[in-house]
T-cell receptor
């Protein structure tokens, strides 16, 4: 079974630009969560989508947004990039259906991440 | 809110040494607990999990026991290898009921270096 895939793996942008990152969850998973990882702040939760609806959101400004499609694939968008947005962005999928499958509802499986550098 | 505290390291060991990385948590209710591992340049890999008190998670020689009385989930391995060098993250999630609590809360990570 294929794992979580994220594209692109690396991105270089300049301040003020916008960027879109993509995540394809494990087949059959319905929830996609996004996390930001930086050396200073560690791993921080951005948002979670379940059945095309944002169900949960972390403490990030409105420049960070996302969406989920009917096939559970998700995108996140960052507008008006700032230097501090440089980070590894990780996507995780979970909630297999039915939830009695191995892994259950509580286990999130991560992709390799997208490394965003803002110059 | 929920929080996870783990020893930040770095931890440097010789091959075949015993490893302990301490992790304690603060949470309401009954969270599930995890250890994830991150190798250089990669995402997070699930190492092991435990979903209720006294559960022991184990994988690849690593073990951790869910201790509700001490709110701890310490990671141990009896004999580390050079290939275990990575960053280890302790995390929790409150999955029951889903909704606004459905997010992983991570510790700051512990860098482990194992020398031959």
């Amino acid at each position: 079974k294929a794992g979580v895939t994220q594209t692109p793996r690396y991105l270089i942008k300049t301040r003020g630009q916008q960027v879109t990152l993509s995540c394809s969850p494990i087949s059959g998973h319905r929830s996609v969560s996004w996390y930001q990882q930086t050396p200073g702040q560690g791993l921080q939760f951005l948002f979670e989508y379940f059945s095309e609806t944002q169900r949960n959101k972390g403490n990030f400004p409105g420049r960070f947004s996302g969406r989920q499609f009917s096939n559970s694939r998700s995108e996140m968008n960052v507008s008006t990039l700032e230097l501090g947005d440089s980070a590894l962005y990780l996507c995780a999928s979970s909630f297999p259906f039915p939830s009695t499958l191995a892994g259950g509802r509580d286990t999130q499986y991560f992709g390799p991440g997208t490394r965003l550098t803002v110059l | 809110g929920n929080s996870v505290t783990q020893m930040e390291g770095p931890v440097t060991l010789s091959e075949e040494a015993f490893l302990t990385i301490n992790c304690t948590y603060t949470a309401t209710g009954y969270p599930s607990l995890f250890w994830y591992v991150q190798y250089p340049g990669e995402g997070l890999q699930l190492l092991l999990k435990a979903t209720k008190a006294d559960d022991k998670g184990s994988n690849k020689g690593f073990e951790a026991t869910y201790r509700k009385e001490t709110t701890s989930f310490h990671l141990e391995k009896g004999s580390v290898q050079v290939s275990d060098s990575a960053v280890y993250f302790c995390a929790l999630i409150q999955a029951r009921g889903g909704g606004s609590n459905y997010k992983l809360t991570f510790g700051k990570g512990t860098l482990l270096t194992v020398n031959p």
